[in-house]
């Protein structure tokens, strides 16, 4: 074979050989979305520590960055170098000093310098022992009625409407996200309440107290105490805690006088309204 012809052979064959290298496979990457990690407008609390979580893959893989921004500004960065893996998992624990939007971007690069990203946003809040939501005081409105069947006796129903009933609350944030704890104080006895908070509505737990008023016997006023319960909400607004819920109750009766006995039961249904007003 001439050597002309060998060369041109040669030279075929190489570029037979480069044609059928493979492109190197662009590298992938995803947010983790496992039980426990931070994803779209998750909601945090500042200084609470968040675990972020990306899932690379790819060729050759060397590098994995994590960048925390908050308006443009850095907030905190991470990276692992990847000895040319095919995939990735990649898990890091952050606590932002932050308030508002933070975007959280994972950029993955392998050895022929191509690279992927992925991002998505969280919502860092305000610290909650920092939230002092207010101190309101006025009356709460009862309004329903009680029926009481005490042996020897008639039963009795007695209607009553915009029952005064004098509260002071101290609401500030709880634990959660969403939490709020108040100290309510009703007719002086004093518990605790607590509640979630979203938006200017305050949805509180069931509240557990005790109503006492008075019933005529005829011969004598008694002033029966029965244990009730609360399911209040509150809307916040112009400076007021304006009020909307029912109340509900149940007791037995024993009461002696002068050698007498009466024993029975007392109910008492109402709706609970009326407005706190918000001092400091």
């Known amino acids: 074979m001439k050597k002309s012809t060998l060369f041109m052979a040669c030279c075929i064959g190489l570029m037979l050989l480069a044609s059928c290298k493979k492109d190197p496979v662009a590298p992938t990457i995803s947010v983790f979305n496992g039980s426990g990690y931070a994803t779209e ?25 994590v960048t925390l921004s908050e308006n443009g500004t850095v907030l905190a960065t991470h990276f692992e170098n990847i000895e040319k893996q095919a995939s990735y998992n990649y898990s890091h624990t952050f606590a932002l000093d932050a308030n508002g939007t933070v975007t959280i971007t994972g950029t993955v690069t392998d050895a022929a310098g191509q690279k992927a990203l992925a991002s998505f946003n969280i919502i860092v809040n305000e610290k909650p022992n920092a939230k002092f939501v207010g101190h309101y005081e006025g009356n709460a409105l009862a309004t329903g009625f009680y029926e009481a069947e005490i042996s020897g006796m008639e039963p009795v129903q007695q209607e009553f409407t915009n029952r005064e009933v004098p509260v002071l609350l101290d609401i500030v944030a709880g634990e ?9 104080t009703i007719d002086d006895r004093t518990m605790t309440a607590t509640g ?82 918000k001092t400091r």
């Open 41 to 65: 407008n998750t909601q945090v609390y500042s200084g609470e520590e968040i675990t972020i979580g990306f899932v690379a893959a790819g060729e050759n893989l060397t590098k994995l960055e």
């Open 176 to 184: 959660g996200l969403y939490d709020v704890v108040a100290t309510c």
């Open 196 to 277: 979630i908070m979203e938006g200017n509505t305050v949805t509180f737990e069931t509240i557990n107290d005790v109503f006492t008023f008075d019933y005529d016997l005829g011969f004598v006023i008694i002033h029966p105490a029965i244990d009730i319960s609360y399911s209040i909400n509150g809307t916040l607004t112009d400076g007021q805690l304006v009020l909307d819920g029912i109340s509900s109750g149940h007791g037995d009766y024993d009461y002696s006088f002068i050698g007498l006995v009466y024993t029975g039961t007392i109910n008492l249904e109402a709706t609970v309204g009326g407005s706190l007003y």
